[in-house]
């Protein structure tokens, strides 16, 4: 299973890249990993078009931006090593190992304690799931350690391997500033249900709120106001109308406020039921019976219920990577209690089928459009971009970004940016071309990059790519017309200029 698991990823996530389909997060990871690799960590001029001072101030991305300000994703900054000698390939391989590797340590705490069938089934049960296979395709991202340190976490608890937990709990916080709250959760259940284990269970809790309080409070502001400005408003502005404090005083204003925290807990309650439905779907719903589970993954879906936004309550989107660890070990130790129960034929039949029915509503639902080549867009109007079309626009791609030299600076748009990462200087086109250097001084990328073709076949349903079509034609021209730019490359739908302060563009191939 975790072969075919590791191929399934490693193909799909392939095929992302050669088609495509990857897009800003890959390039941003990208980015800030070969800038850690060339001795530079955290730096990403990408990441500073996201933070709060571009997205939320209107002011220019920074070439010298740390993500750090963003989220703390130290452990992340190992993997530059292996960019530096692969290159972009070096993301999937990461992030679809790391997710095998959850799953096999997870077959083995459930075989040394469930009957090997039923071990096997729970072990399935995680490789089908729509809660892991969503985040194994989509962009690279910083959560993908979550699974497999959460089930080495536990696993310590459980065979109280104290040399496994103090390696495996500071792995954990050295996640990103927010793991603070899955490791929170597990001492939590340490400290509920193994008396054995309680004083563990306390320390990982108190080492959880100090690490999140430091991380949160003292050291991304130093870096960045992008916490404040832009993602706890983001997540919490319902909630809370100055988020300027931070994290320890937006959740005192949150908890003063109780009667609206228990609202936006089960608001909207279809959207509220369908996301725990979907989670516990391939488990056969046992994370609904048990405690265990409940414990486990109290505090990282408290603020998932909590959260606004579409993305709050998506079963494929990496944000549920925090849930996993609580919902399987949940599960495998509520099968310890009831192991009688497997015996029941209609309950083997009903958990196949509660496995196949999840991993079919995952595979038809096109995850981060990662089976596009296969499952179309949309029905009616009809609208599909076939493999070849794909390959093409990638050989179109290819060649327009080939014009572009490896160390000058670029704006692009989305899905060329993964193939321009490996630079200092890369932002996003149409949002603008115009950046800070080092010591402060405003200038404009040497070359712009756009593909406004690649959005066509899409035009007729989607709004966001029509919209996004409409801007970059409109942004090419603004432009031109400036006497700024000159366009040096169009062909199949890819648009080339170059600053006019540049030197002459090579001749392409």
């Known amino acids: 299973m975790a072969a075919g698991f590791w191929l399934f990823g490693a193909l799909v996530q392939i095929w992302r890249l050669l088609s495509l389909s990857a897009t800003y997060d890959q390039a941003l990871f990208l980015q800030e990993l070969w800038s850690t690799a060339q001795g530079r960590p955290f730096e990403s001029s990408l990441s500073s078009v996201l933070s709060g ?14 993500h750090l ?20 390939w070096a993301l999937p391989l990461v992030q679809v190992s790391l997710l095998t590797a959850a799953g096999l ?25 729509g809660a892991v296979i969503g985040p194994m395709l989509e962009n690279f991202h910083d959560l993908i350690w979550l699974p497999l340190l ?15 937990l103090a390696l495996a709990a500071p792995l954990l916080l050295l996640v990103r500033e927010d793991s603070g709250l899955l490791l929170f959760s597990l001492g939590l259940w340490a400290c509920v249900r193994r008396p054995d284990a309680r004083w563990a269970g306390a320390v990982l809790m108190l080492v959880s709120v100090l690490w999140v309080v430091l991380v949160t409070t003292g050291i991304q502001p130093l870096v960045d106001a992008s916490l404040a400005d832009r993602f706890l408003q983001e997540k919490f502005g319902h909630l809370v109308t100055d988020v300027s404090g931070g994290t320890v005083s937006v959740l005192w204003a949150m908890l003063s406020r109780p009667g609206a925290l228990l609202q936006a807990l089960v608001s909207p309650p279809g959207a509220t039921l369908g996301f725990v439905l979907a989670l516990s779907l391939p488990l056969l719903f046992v994370p609904l019976l048990s405690v265990d589970a409940a414990l486990m993954v109290a505090i990282p879906l408290l603020v998932a219920l909590l959260s606004q936004g ?10 549920v990577l925090a849930l996993v660890p609580g919902l399987y070990v949940g599960s495998m130790l509520w099968w310890e209690n009831h192991s009688g129960s497997w015996s029941q034929r209609w309950l083997q039949r009903s958990w196949i089928g509660a496995i196949s029915l999840g991993l079919v509503i995952t595979l038809v639902s096109n995850p981060h459009r990662s089976f596009s080549a296969v499952v179309p867009d949309s029905f009616v109007p009809w609208v599909h971009r076939s493999p070849a079309l794909m390959l093409q626009q990638r050989a179109a791609a290819l060649s327009a970004v080939s014009l572009v030299p490896p160390e000058a600076s670029v704006a692009a748009d989305t899905p060329l940016l993964p193939l321009l990462a490996q630079r200092p200087v ?3 086109f149409p949002n603008g071309v115009r950046y800070l250097e080092r010591d402060g001084r405003a200038t404009s ?3 712009v990059v756009a593909f406004p073709g690649y959005y066509t076949p899409m035009t007729p349903l989607f709004s966001w790519e029509s919209g996004q079509r409409a801007e970059i034609l409109s942004g090419l ?33």
Do not use: C
Not at 57 to 66: A, E, F, S, V
Not at 480 to 495: D, F, L, N, T
């Open 53 to 66: 001072a571009v997205a939320v101030h209107g002011g220019l991305p920074r070439i010298d931006y740390l």
């Open 445 to 447: 990328v040497d070359w």
């Open 477 to 509: 021209k603004a432009l031109q017309e400036s006497g700024r730019y000159q366009q040096v490359y169009e062909r199949a739908g890819v648009v080339v200029l170059r600053r006019r302060a540049a030197a002459s563009p090579p001749e392409p191939g």
């Open 426 to 428: 890369a932002i996003r």
């Open 69 to 88: 300000g963003q989220h703390a994703n130290v452990l992340t900054l190992s993997v530059a090593p292996l960019v530096a000698l692969i290159g972009p």
């Open 150 to 164: 959460g089930f080495l976490v536990v696993g310590a608890l459980l065979d109280r391997r104290w040399w496994l």
């Open 105 to 129: 340590v997870l077959w083995r705490l459930a075989a040394a304690r469930l009957a090997p069938a039923l071990a096997m089934r729970l072990t399935a049960s995680y490789f089908l799931s």
């Open 310 to 319: 579409q993305t709050a309550l998506s079963v494929t989107l990496r944000y």
